[in-house]
């Protein structure tokens, strides 16, 4: 089992998983690209973003 680090994300009754493993920066959503669900260029760069 790789080592990761994780977060959790609450608002309302919603809540948001992540977990991040090292690799080659690659970032996926779902096991698809990030452009897939944030096809506007503002939004790649706030993702990218720390």
Do not use: C, W
């Amino acid at each position: 089992m790789s080592d990761f680090n994780y977060g959790t994300g609450r608002r309302k009754n919603s809540v948001s998983r992540t977990r991040m493993y090292a690799g080659s920066g690659q970032i996926l959503v779902n096991d698809r690209p990030f452009e897939d669900y944030f096809p506007r260029k503002a939004l790649h760069i706030m993702v990218q973003q720390p």
